[in-house]
Nanobody, 113 residues
Framework: VHLVESGGGLVQPGGSLRLSCVTAGFTNSTYHMNWYRQAPGKERELVARISNTGGSMSYADSVKGRFTISRDNAKNTLYLKMNSLKPEDTAVYYC???????WGQGTQVTVSS
């Protein structure tokens, strides 16, 4: 099982980013997937989750209405579109497959003016 995140970077408050997570080593469409984040000095927190087919999503209250999780199983890719970014969204973002407890290496998102 292999997960590789990309798309992070430095963005101003109010800006947008789209994170991607390319997966390998398993049948993507079989498993639910998650995005987590970890800010400096804080515990890792669940940001969003999506069912295996993409038909059901849920979000942390802190990102609801601003972030959108999606997936393209044909491309073995999970996405996180982040709008109206705030400084408190600054963190390393990780994709995760609960069934395998598999994690990617993370991608840094920094929101700062």
């Amino acid at each position: 099982v292999h997960l590789v995140e990309s798309g992070g970077g430095l963005v101003q408050p109010g800006g947008s980013l789209r994170l991607s997570c390319v997966t390998a080593g398993f049948t993507n469409s079989t498993y639910h997937m998650n995005w987590y984040r970890q800010a400096p000095g804080k515990e890792r927190e669940l940001v969003a989750r999506i069912s295996n087919t993409g038909g059901s999503m849920s979000y942390a209250d802190s990102v609801k209405g601003r972030f959108t999780i999606s997936r393209d199983n044909a491309k073995n890719t999970l996405y996180l579109k982040m709008n109206s970014l705030k400084p408190e969204d600054t963190a390393v973002y990780y994709c995760h497959v609960r069934f395998f407890d598999a994690w990617g290496q993370g991608t840094q998102v920094t929101v700062s003016s």
